[in-house]
């Protein structure tokens, strides 16, 4: 019955409404920034809101829905007013699937800019996971409508062609750089970075940190944060000159249990320190097959790999590239193989982190949202100074 009633409001009513909304002439002026999983503006499109208030005078949206975990029929009538504000917007910002975008036939007026959530690409995503790629099943996926794809670097838009079913619009994607990187380059950002991980974690001061950062494993509605590392072998290994940071990824809300005799040596903050914070502030990335491996890239840190489950992670999800080329540090299955390589990084690793920076990153200089902004407005920028 839900099947059915998703496929009526998908189908039917919600193309219906936006027709019915698009009557309405075009605000020119109009820009909605369209959260979907959460309930405040993030770094996705931050620095874009905020160079265009400070510096233009749009109309400024900001619709945030924070859907994830909604009851069905909640989101189903939210949707519509979601699509009464598009329907008369110039442009419309979003950073993740958006189901219900997708099914409405959007006007030729509308620029739908997609900044998407992750930097570079090497676990597949879209229609990289189908197995066959019949119309029938692409048409039952949920990206469409896209004007602009701004991505990390050249390497890239291979990817997000194939992932977002643009092989025959390559030039909508666009290798600016992200947004959110550009926080890296910001002497303010990068200091008070700094002070917020040393007073939200005073056992930091004077030691070195390592970032655990795993992604999530399971589904999105029951996402789970991986427990093959053993916190308390690293703590009797190396509490005496590290702190281990804990980040979860977003969908996995269970809080980390950190072992006892371990609380002065590991902590779960991923309630309280942004990720782009913790980047800055961390000697060591420990990570497994999470995009964020790409923003830490630009530190020129070090780089462990953990992946215990990388045989069946290939079979569950795929990876655009072989995980041993890509992997810009050592490869490690076991807690025993992290300890033999933490903070023992070689010449060799470090150009490698160099050469995969330059690789999946090379727009991102300091300066890609000033670069999408003029991708995405052009002459209007004049317009509305």
Known sequence: MKRLSKRLFFNFLYPAYYRHCAKQPVKD???????????????????????????????LEVLLLNQHKMRYRKKAFLNFSIIKSIATARYVFIANTFPVITACPIRPETSIVQTWHAC?????????????????????????????????????????????????????????????????????????????VQEKVPASVGKKIILYAPTYRNNVTHAK??????????????????????????????????????????????????????????????????????????????????????????????FYYDFADFACGPICKTTDEIIMYLGNETQDDIKCIQEFKKRFMDGCDGNATQRIIEAVFGQALDAYK
Not at 159 to 182: C, H, L, W
Request: glycine share 4%; charged share 25%; with cysteine.
């Open 120 to 196: 570079g690409a090497f676990k597949r995503f879209g229609y990289s996971l189908l197995e066959t790629g019949s119309d029938s099943e692409k048409s039952n996926l949920i990206h469409a409508h896209y004007t602009h794809v701004f991505v990390s670097g050249p390497e890239a838009v291979a990817a997000y062609a194939e992932a977002f079913g643009m092989e025959n619009e390559i030039e909508k994607i666009i290798p600016t750089g992200v947004s959110r990187t550009d926080v890296f380059w910001n002497k303010e950002f990068i200091d008070s970075a700094m002070q917020e």
């Open 225 to 318: 944060t991986p427990n093959d590392l053993s916190i308390a072998v690293l703590c009797e290994k190396f509490s005496d000159e590290y702190v281990l940071l804990i980040k979860r990824h977003p969908y996995a809300k269970k809080e980390v249990a950190i072992p006892l005799g371990c609380e002065d040596f590991a902590f779960d903050i991923s309630d309280e320190i942004a990720i782009e914070q913790l980047i800055i502030a961390s000697d060591i990335c420990i990570s497994d097959y999470s995009s964020l491996v790409f923003e830490f890239s630009l530190t020129g840190r070090q780089i462990l790999f953990f992946v215990p489950d990388l045989d069946e992670y290939y079979d569950v999800r795929g």
């Open 29 to 59: 002026d109009k820009v909605v920034f369209a959260e979907l999983m959460t309930s405040v503006l993030t770094d996705n499109f931050r620095l874009i809101y905020e160079m265009l208030e400070e510096n233009y005078h749009f109309d």
